[in-house]
């Protein structure tokens, strides 16, 4: 299983990025798929998961109504389309999948991960 990670970047607080996520090596079909990210000095934080057919999705407080995760028509890609950024949303973001539903914001249910993309937001 292989996830690979694109479209970090450096942008300035309240803008916006779109990061996508690509899958390969396994069958899909009933695979949870999330995103999650990192600080520097912090724990990994879940902040939102998908199902496979892109209706079953859950939100961390903290990017609810800013941030907004998609799964591809072929079931292969996800994204995470993030909006008004803030400082405190820099981190490596990572993309991660697991077989065990629901797929909600529980970390252990994703044993699979990408290697990461960093968002750096600027004040």
């Known amino acids: 299983v292989q996830l690979v990670e694109s479209g970090g970047d450096s942008v300035q607080a309240g803008g916006s990025l779109r990061l996508s996520c690509a899958a390969s090596?396994?069958?899909?079909?009933?695979?949870?798929m999330g995103w999650f990210r990192q600080a520097p000095g912090k724990e990994r934080e879940a902040l939102a998961t998908?199902?496979?057919?892109?209706?079953?999705?859950f939100y961390a407080d903290s990017v609810k109504g800013r941030f907004t995760v998609a799964r591809g028509d072929d079931e292969y890609t996800m994204s995470l389309q993030m909006n008004d950024l803030k400082p405190e949303d820099t981190a490596m973001y990572y993309c991660?999948?697991?077989?065990?539903?629901?797929?909600?914001?529980?970390?252990?249910?994703?044993?699979?991960w990408g290697q990461g993309t960093q968002v750096t937001v600027t004040s």
């Open positions: 090596g396994r069958n899909y079909v009933k695979w949870c």
């Open positions: 991660a999948a697991g077989e065990t539903s629901p797929c909600n914001l529980q970390q252990w249910r994703y044993r699979f």
């Open positions: 998908t199902s496979t057919s892109g209706t079953g999705l």
